[in-house]
Every structure is written in C-alpha cells, then in structure tokens.
C-alpha cells in the first residue's frame, strides 16, 4: 500500500470515531506498519498482514479507548506484543506517559526498534511477567490506566491489571463480541481486588460487523498484597 492510500483510509476510519490525523501522525503509522510487517517476517508479531486490515483490526481498534483516557496521564500497556494499544495511543497521544509491558524479548526488541525510529518521548519497553511487574514497588498502584487487548478472560485480566492502578484509577479491557458471561463472573474477582465495573460500551469497528467491549473497571480501594499471585497461576486458577 502506498502512503497516500494509507492516509486516505486511516483518514476516513478516524472520521468515523471521531478523530483527526496530523501529517505527522499519518507519516508515524505508515512507518510503525512498514516496520510491523518487516519484522513480522522474523518474529511472530500479528497474524494480520493485509494493510488495511492492520489499519483497521490494530491501529483504528486501539485508538477507539483514546477517549477514555484524560489528558497527561500515565499509562500501562500490559501483554502489549506489537505495541497495540500502546503504541498507536502514543502516537496519537503524545500527551501520555506509557509503559508497554511484554514478557517476550523479541517483541521488547521489536519495541525498542518502533520508539527508535519513531521518535517517540515519554514511553519505556518493560520486559516481565506481568505478575512479577505487578509485586515490583515501582509499578505497583502506580498508573492513573491500565489497559490490555485480547490478553486473558476478565477475571485473569482483572488480577494483572487492578493491582497496578492507583487507587481511582481505570483499568480498561478491550474485548471482542459477547462479554456477558465474562462480566458475570468476574465481578467477585473485581471486587476482591479493589475495582468495580464502571461501564461496558459495545461499538462495532469502522465501516465493519467486527464487534469489540470496551470494560472500565474504577479501583476503589488498594488491592490486598498476596495479588496478583505467582507467575502462571492466575490464569490457571482465576479468582472466583
């Protein structure tokens, strides 16, 4: 696909969900598509490879929770793989200060690669497991959001990501179709890490039938310091 191909539909899907693109930003995408494609080649990044699905399916999809997030607020992009959401809100949103969370080390390197070339400011790669990145008293209860995509079910979620929001922060989880079940039983899990769902948005993706949840958890109270638990065990045992 050619730049001005790209900016014509990154334009338009940005339209439909109300958001402008600089030239600048335009210029950031196109490249960070280029370098997701290159080195997809060597290292499992995405399973998506058609520009405009990349387009639509990672970057237009990632930036639908911009409205979420106030303006200079710190962020955590946990199990980030190729930088989504992460990335593309930085590039978006030069305002926030990220931190992208990833317990691969190719996918870091490939990180490090993006923000080089980019010249992207105020976002740092941070290669661990996301239970140990939650223990460690840097991180712990120290983002205004927390955020992931198509990570883990809501309860598993819910222990990686409460646990590293400040208290009357938001944890945002970007789902697919059909949460009810998930939402169901989650709330106990939610409850006992200090968060409460504060709102669940359905939406379809641009000019699409893809149907994506957006879940906003508020945290109300510090979560209790045996969570999350040890490395491997949330997902397997998910709080009840």
């Known amino acids: 696909m050619n730049i001005e191909d790209f900016k014509r539909l990154m334009s338009l899907y940005g339209n439909e969900i109300g958001l402008e693109f600089t030239e600048e930003q335009l210029d950031k995408f196109f490249k960070y ?89 105020e976002i740092k790669t941070v290669h661990s497991r996301i239970e140990d990145f939650g223990k460690n008293k840097e991180y712990r209860e120290k983002f205004d ?4 995509r198509a990570v883990a079910n809501l309860s598993v979620l819910s222990e990686y990501l409460i646990p590293i929001a400040k208290v009357d922060g938001h944890c945002i989880c970007m789902k697919g179709s059909n949460v009810k079940e ?34 906003i958890i508020k945290k109300f109270k510090n979560t209790p310091d045996k969570y999350p638990r040890k490395a491997g065990i949330p997902a397997k045992e998910p709080l009840k």
Do not use: C, Q
Request: glycine residues 4%; aromatic residues 6%; neutral net charge.
């Open 145 to 148: 959001y927390t955020t992931a």
């Open 33 to 121: 598509m280029n370098l997701l494609l290159e080195w997809n080649e060597k290292i499992n990044l995405t399973a998506i490879t058609e520009p405009e699905d990349v387009i639509l399916k990672h970057f237009i999809d990632s930036l639908t929770i911009s409205k979420y997030i106030d303006n200079n607020k710190t962020l955590a992009d946990v199990g980030t793989g190729a930088g989504f959401p992460g990335i593309a809100l930085k590039i978006y949103r030069n305002d926030l200060k990220i931190t992208l969370v990833d317990s691969l080390n190719k996918r870091i390197n490939f990180l490090n690669e993006v923000i080089k070339e980019l010249n992207l400011k």
């Open 182 to 215: 998930e939402v169901d039983t989650s709330k106990n899990a939610i409850k006992i890490l200090g968060g409460k769902i504060k709102k669940i948005e359905e939406f379809n993706l641009p000019k699409s039938d893809i149907t994506r949840n957006v879940i």
